[in-house]
């Protein structure tokens, strides 16, 4: 069965300094890759995804995401972080597209001044 | 705008009692649509997977006979959850797979407190 691990459960970084959220996946192949944000209280918003091709995907709100084969990883990315980032980010595998989302734990994401 | 609905938002009941959750899907049509629990400070867990003219599909350890899945049309799927106790207290989440190669769109989300 599919896993999805996010090893760091708080992070917090000033506001401007950059920011990096792991995410490790178990999956004999190699799956379709997300990752989610989601403000307290509310839904999932996508940041971005990874499907196939160039394994530097671009999201929204300026975030990145690379995907690693060797590593089984798909790490979050951002240059410069604003304080109406902090929110809770999940990463989450899927085995085909339109099947269920596994999730990770999620990392609950705090930004200082 | 919003690809998905839930209804109600937020919801209050005393133990019990029944309450309906509505996902609809506003932008296209869905044979498929998931149900996923979210208690306080946890991740996102899958409860089942409903399916249009056909029985739901739950996930090990989710009782089908307490949560009850009805996929009524091509656009919504609604989960009641009967005789609530304040342990179902939780955040519920539909979540609706568009085609091939795309991905889910993410009701915003019902919160149930069971009093």
């Known amino acids: 069965a599919q896993s999805v691990t996010q090893p760091d459960i708080h992070i917090t970084v000033s506001e401007g300094a950059s920011l990096e959220l792991r995410c490790n996946y178990s999956?004999?192949?190699?799956?379709?890759l997300f990752w989610y944000v989601q403000s307290p209280g509310q839904g999932l918003q996508l940041l971005l995804k990874?499907?196939?091709?160039?394994?530097l995907v671009q999201g929204i709100k300026g975030f990145e995401a690379e995907f690693k084969r060797s590593q089984s990883s798909f790490n979050l990315r951002k240059p410069s972080v604003h304080w109406s980032d902090a929110a809770e980010y999940f990463c989450?595998?899927?085995?085909?597209?339109?099947?269920?989302?596994?999730f990770g734990e999620g990392t609950q994401l705090t930004v200082n001044p | 705008g919003a690809v998905v609905s839930q209804h109600p938002s937020r919801v209050i009941c005393k133990s019990g009692t029944s309450v309906k959750i509505e996902c609809r899907s506003l932008?296209?049509?869905?044979?498929?649509m998931f149900w996923y629990r979210q208690f306080p400070k946890q991740s996102l867990m899958l409860m089942a997977t409903?399916?249009?003219?056909?029985?739901?599909?739950?996930e090990q350890g989710v009782e089908k006979d307490k949560f009850l899945i009805n996929h009524a049309s091509l656009t919504l799927s609604t989960l009641t959850v009967t005789s609530a106790h304040p342990e179902d207290s939780s955040f519920y989440i539909c979540?609706?797979?568009?085609?091939?190669?795309?991905?889910?769109?993410f009701g915003p989300g019902t919160r149930l407190t069971v009093l």
């Open positions: 979540s609706v797979p568009r085609m091939e190669g795309d991905t889910q769109y």
């Open positions: 999956y004999g192949a190699t799956p379709y």
């Open positions: 990874y499907f196939s091709g160039d394994t």
């Open positions: 989450a595998v899927q085995e085909t597209s339109g099947s269920r989302l596994t």
């Open positions: 932008d296209f049509q869905a044979t498929t």
């Open positions: 409903s399916n249009e003219g056909s029985k739901a599909t739950y």
